[in-house]
């Protein structure tokens, strides 16, 4: 299940940054090329030398208070665990395939309340209740064909993607090239993709049986405002969703050059475009103009809003609506400075721009430290800040009126702190080994995430190489 607090956008993704700096380091990176000719023969290196697995795992929890399942409030406590394996496989001299495989899975507070009373206990937004919305499983897998020229100057590659949960499933095909110029200081890339995807949508439970069969469905009573039982619940706003689909389609520009001995920048800039369904069938709204209906215990109604109210759940007024299309415009810089052998200074910077009125800025440093031949620690720090889109509000704030409407949080306004720190560990002689694999390198993270939101999450990733001996 496609769960958007998980998502905090553009926050932290550990585990996606870690497959692209393997993708990077095996078809986009400048690869070094040595020839040696005697009187007869002319030979070339190898692009990639042996099979290389990376093994991949992350550990990821989180916690808040604006759950967008519940319409803007209740609990986003969620946990996800997910591991991939990378396998780079040597197919001749001038090309390489690699296959990804991934699986994750998580449990969420927030999830489990599409229906907050399935377990016959007292219903609140600020816990999790039992049932099959509670956790899910997201399995993925990625195949890669790159091939580079003789001269070692010219790259190009194809993937194919595929991945599936428990209401969401994607297929996904792309491509891109790069070339090397100037003694291979210089480097220009090119790459699209497109995504096509399809929900099966799962709706809040009180919706879904009032629209199949109408108030007297509700599991049992319900409440007004004032505590008094009534049959008046009518979210007469909701209604099915027809088109299921979701496409996405991207293209990147990007250029690198090396400046001198000590110092080299790249830039790219994305063009990106959704269509389809965009919105969340399972994120509630609750409209300022429409009277509140409540299932549970009725004393507990007027402290609804209370992270200690444990006794009643408010039904909802409809699900979240929005536009069938959105284009984002992402523009970024990295700047890269050997400062001696000890240091190294990275730094990245990226605008973010869409139809949907938000703009966000993202910044960050790292400062690798060598410490020894083997190990390499470093520190992170990461700054994220943005704009809200126009068709959020908080929750209980939008109006029937209105056409699109989100309480989702991760489209509001707000800024983002991420701390962290890393371990790398690598032995260029694989001297631990395992079967026929040698350990070449250890990569260890982990970051502190907080939003001014009081959104606060932890991540943990490990990752390890091994190279076929």
Do not use: C
Request: aromatic share 14%; no cysteine.
């Amino acid at each position: 299940m496609v769960v958007n607090q998980v998502v905090v956008v553009d926050v932290i993704n550990m585990i996606k940054m870690k497959k692209i700096v393997i993708a990077l380091s095996l078809f986009s990176g400048i690869i070094s090329s040595a020839q040696e000719k005697d009187s007869t023969l002319v030979f070339k290196k190898r692009v990639l030398e042996s099979v290389e697995v990376d093994f991949l795992l992350s550990y990821y929890n989180q916690d808040g208070s604006k759950s967008a399942v519940s319409g803007g409030i209740g609990s986003e406590e969620l946990t996800d665990i997910a591991t991939n394996i990378v396998v780079a496989m040597p197919l001749n001299d001038d090309a390489v395939l690699t296959v990804d495989l991934g699986i994750s899975a998580y449990s969420s507070a927030s999830s489990s309340n599409i229906n907050p009373y399935d377990n016959g206990g007292k219903p609140t937004p600020w816990q999790a209740s039992s049932g099959a919305s509670q956790s899910d499983q997201l399995t993925s897998v990625t195949a890669n064909y790159a091939h580079s020229s003789d001269s070692r100057n010219f790259i190009w590659n194809a993937d194919v993607s595929f991945s599936n949960e428990y209401d969401y499933n994607s297929v996904g095909i792309g491509g891109g090239i790069a070339y090397l110029f100037n003694d291979k200081n210089s480097e220009i890339s090119l790459k699209g993709n497109a995504y096509l995807d399809k929900w099966n949508p799962i709706y809040p439970k009180e919706l879904n049986d009032y629209e199949k069969y109408g108030a007297n469905s509700i599991n049992g009573t319900i409440w007004d405002q004032n505590g008094q039982a009534t049959i008046n619940y009518s979210p007469t706003a909701f209604k099915t969703i027809s088109s299921v689909n979701r496409n996405s389609y991207s293209a990147s520009v990007g250029f690198s050059q090396v400046i001198s001995k000590k110092l080299q920048f790249s830039v790219f800039f994305d063009v990106l475009q959704q269509q389809g369904l965009l919105s969340t069938p399972y994120h509630r709204i609750y409209f300022a103009d429409k009277a509140n209906y409540y299932i549970g215990q009725a004393q507990y109604i007027p402290n609804y809003e209370s992270e200690s109210n444990a006794g009643v759940y408010k039904l909802a007024d409809d699900i979240e609506r929005l536009p069938d299309s959105r284009f984002k415009l992402p523009i970024g810089a990295r700047l890269n400075y050997y400062i001696n052998e000890r240091f190294v200074l990275r730094t990245y910077y990226r605008f973010y721009s869409d139809n949907w009125d938000i703009q966000s800025h993202t910044a960050s440093i790292e400062l690798p430290i060598k410490v020894s031949d083997r190990f390499t620690v470093f520190p992170m720090y990461r700054f994220y800040t943005q704009t809200q889109s126009k068709y959020y509000a908080p929750y209980e704030t939008h109006l029937s009126t209105e056409k699109y409407y989100t309480s989702d949080a991760d489209l509001s306004t707000f800024d983002a702190n991420q701390y962290g720190f890393g371990v790398n560990y690598t032995d260029i002689f694989t001297g631990a080994k395992i079967w026929k694999f040698g350990l070449k390198n250890i990569d260890f993270r982990f970051n502190r995430y907080q939003r001014s939101d009081n959104l606060e999450a932890n991540i943990a990733t490990i990752g390890f190489k091994f190279v076929m001996q």
